[in-house]
């Protein structure tokens, strides 16, 4: 939920494989998911970036989204929740409303 979460979520729970999501060239929240097998389900796709738009207050139809591995960020020194990151994908994803609505049901 804010830059404090971010840093505990990569440094603290995730682990060097796991896969880290963030919307893309947008501050947003950070989501990680345990192990690698959400970058070939669709439906696990969907749900990350129906979650970052939610948290991170994103109007948009297609929801741009990147991911890699934890091993490929790195925290910047002296700004909480902030990092850099390399061998990152790009995806777009249609924005799914009834997902959102689930969402914040929650």
């Known amino acids: 939920k804010d830059a404090q979460g971010n840093d505990y979520l990569r440094s603290r729970w995730a ?3 796991d896969l880290w999501f963030h919307l893309d060239n947008m501050p947003s ?3 990680i998911v345990k192990g690698d097998g959400a970058k070939n389900n669709s439906k696990v796709l969907e749900l990350i970036a129906a979650i970052l738009a ?11 989204v990147i991911f890699t591995q934890v ?3 790195k925290a910047l020194k002296g700004s909480s929740g902030s990092v850099t990151y390399k061998n990152q994908k790009h995806l777009s994803i249609k924005r799914d409303d009834d997902l959102l609505k689930k969402i914040r049901q929650k």
């Open 15 to 17: 682990k060097k494989e």
């Open 29 to 31: 929240a950070h989501v």
């Open 54 to 64: 939610e948290y991170s207050k994103v109007e948009t139809d297609l929801i741009p």
């Open 71 to 73: 091993k490929n960020i």
